[in-house]
């Protein structure tokens, strides 16, 4: 027996004034999996994640969030769904205990407090005010004030943005632990990295359509993941293309014994990624570099 | 790679929804605790009136220099008594919330509740709750003052604390509800208060808060007379002045149907204006 998808979502359309945010968007979750969706700063990634959370109104196309329409759901809807957004600095004079136990008493059927609390590792900074809370700790916050209300399905906007690698790799887990429990979680990332670490499937949005989706390894398909050998011989620099980089290897060194300046490489899905949103945007190369220079704030 | 697990089927009979009352009322806990957290605010709307009455009692009240009507005559603490009670139901309701309220826009604090399943009126029973708890509390504040330190006679009939629950009460909702329509009218959470106070200091002095009413220009009083601070303050000068102060009244009565109906009429206009114009997003956020 299959189960509906999570999300499903077909010809997507929504404009501001003459720009089409997000043009024939076609997108389905299944339910369990972990969907990422990457995407140059003004995609149509937010727009698109806002239609689905309730936030905003379509002009176009069908959408379907837990078998109900965003625009018209109820209360009902909104307790089997948990939000992260972007980061905020609201609450700041609530401390996180008061705060987790405070959101669970919205929800018909809200997960112990306590238990969120310690799933997110805040437990020692439960009585602290949020305002004092660093940023990876006050995005925990986020995602216990996103989970306490047990939700089905699970929107991060960008969740670890501005992270040490170190509360990355344990945001990373929570999450996983989050999937483990079957939500089914749509998230939204700069980072290649995450996506790749956390995600089932990845959907590469550009100019508001879908350009590629897949597992992260499967991205781009098989050109785009071919290997790149490269070698230096008395002509100069030489590299091939190929599907069996070990065949070409062997060749080579039949040829040369000792390979000079002998490289395999692999496409990482970073550079499958800025392949996949050059194709189709010309200043993507630009876009890429204004996200960089985001994340390094 | 981890295979797409089949979502753990959750025995999705969830219970039924908290209600919307209930909610409001952890909703009121919340604010109050949140509200008296916030230092720098709760001492500038609880001191600001106490200080003003002391001010104005103070240098108007000089060498028992007292107001004059007909025969008798009443000392300047007593007379601003009730001005300083309509600016301080003003200054807990309507200003508290519309800068409170775009600051919650502005931070995103709005959008976060709007994506949980709280319904919006129980986030507005929460601010009216809030806004009546800082109210009774600042006008007890006010009464204590002026009756310890500057000897205010109390009112000693129970028609006078009547005509002051009542007018207490609406002032309170009309404060509030205008407040939650005019917090959409800052563009940002960082100029809430630029916009806010201004209005709010120049209706206290064209409503008679710190002048004797009838002294001022009668343009100004006229001014005065489309918004409810003035009849806020009149209808608290019925309950503390004696019944011949009604003299100095620019109509020479007490005018409580007046004070009703112009407090009723904000009070529907705030709750229109709120309906319409109330945003969970911030402007810029399409």
């Given at each position: 027996m299959t189960s509906a998808p999570a999300v499903e979502v077909s010809a997507l359309r929504k404009a501001y004034g003459h720009k089409?945010?997000?043009?024939g968007l076609d997108l389905v979750v299944e339910q369990g999996e972990i969907l990422a969706v990457l995407g140059p700063n003004g995609a149509g990634k937010t727009t698109t994640v806002e239609i689905l959370e309730g936030f905003r109104h379509r002009d176009a196309g069908d959408v379907r969030v837990l078998g109900e329409d965003p625009a018209t759901a109820g209360r009902a809807w909104r307790s089997r769904l948990g939000v992260v957004l972007q980061t905020t600095n609201d609450l700041?004079?609530?401390t996180v205990g008061e705060l987790v136990h405070h959101f669970a008493q919205?929800?018909?059927?809200?997960?112990?407090a306590d238990e969120v609390i310690d799933a997110v590792g805040l437990r020692e900074k439960v009585?602290?005010?949020?305002?004092?809370?660093s940023g990876g700790q006050r995005r925990r916050l986020d995602v216990a004030l996103g989970i306490v209300g047990r939700p089905e399905l699970v929107f991060l906007d960008?969740?670890?943005?501005?992270?040490?690698p170190q509360a990355r790799r344990s945001f990373w887990d929570l999450i996983a632990r989050l999937r483990d429990d079957g939500t089914t979680i749509l998230l939204t990332t700069h980072y290649l990295e995450e996506a790749e670490h956390l995600a089932d499937r990845v959907v590469v949005v550009n100019e508001g359509k879908v350009v590629a989706q897949g597992a992260p390894a499967d991205l781009g398909g098989r050109t785009a993941r071919q290997a790149l050998v490269r070698w230096t011989a008395a002509d100069g620099p030489h590299e091939e293309r190929t599907d069996t980089p070990t065949a070409v290897v062997q060749r080579l060194a039949q040829t040369?014994?000792?390979?000079?300046?002998l490289q395999v490489l692999r496409p990482t899905l970073e550079d499958v990624y800025l392949a996949l949103i050059g194709r189709t945007s010309g200043d993507a190369d630009q876009d890429a570099a204004t996200e960089t220079t985001e994340d390094a704030r | 790679m981890s295979t797409t697990t089949p979502a753990q089927q959750r025995v999705s009979a969830t219970g039924p929804l908290p209600g919307t009352l209930r909610l409001g009322l952890a909703r009121t806990r919340y604010e109050v605790r949140g509200f008296f957290r916030e230092r720098d605010a709760v001492i500038f709307i609880f001191a600001y009136p106490v200080i003003m009455l002391a001010i104005f009692a103070t240098v108007f009240g000089q060498d028992g220099n007292s107001i004059d009507f007909g025969d008798s005559s009443v000392p300047f603490a007593q007379y601003f008594l009730p001005g300083m009670i309509a600016t301080g139901v003003m200054l807990s309701s309507f200003q508290n919330l519309a800068i409170a309220i775009a600051v919650e826009r502005d931070e995103g604090g709005l959008k976060r509740l709007r994506?949980?399943?709280?319904?919006a009126a129980s986030y507005f029973v929460g601010k009216i709750g809030q806004v009546l708890v800082s109210c009774v509390l600042q006008v007890t504040i006010l009464l204590l003052v002026a009756a310890?330190?500057?000897?205010v006679p109390m009112p000693d009939s129970s028609a006078a604390w009547a005509t002051f629950a009542w007018v207490l009460l609406l002032g309170t909702a009309t404060g509030a509800v205008c407040g939650v329509a005019f917090s959409?009218?800052?563009?940002s959470g960082r100029s809430a208060s630029a916009v806010v106070t201004p209005i709010v200091l120049v209706l206290q002095f064209i409503s008679g808060v710190f002048f004797q009413?009838?002294?001022?220009p009668s343009w100004m009083q006229q001014v005065a007379s489309v918004f409810p601070l003035k009849w806020m303050a009149q209808g608290m000068r019925s309950v503390f002045l004696?019944?011949?102060?009604?003299?100095?009244?620019v109509s020479g009565t007490w005018q409580h149907g007046a004070i009703a109906a112009v407090l009723l009429a904000w009070l529907v206009v705030g709750l229109v204006l709120g309906a319409r114009w109330f945003r969970w997003r911030r402007r810029d956020d399409g």
């Open positions: 089409k945010a997000v043009d700041a004079e609530a919205y929800y018909p059927d809200a997960r112990d009585g602290t005010r949020s305002r004092q809370l960008e969740p670890t943005t501005g992270f040490d040369y014994g000792e390979v000079p300046a | 994506a949980t399943p709280l319904p310890l330190a500057f000897d959409s009218v800052p563009r009413f009838d002294q001022l004696p019944d011949e102060a009604a003299a100095l009244e």
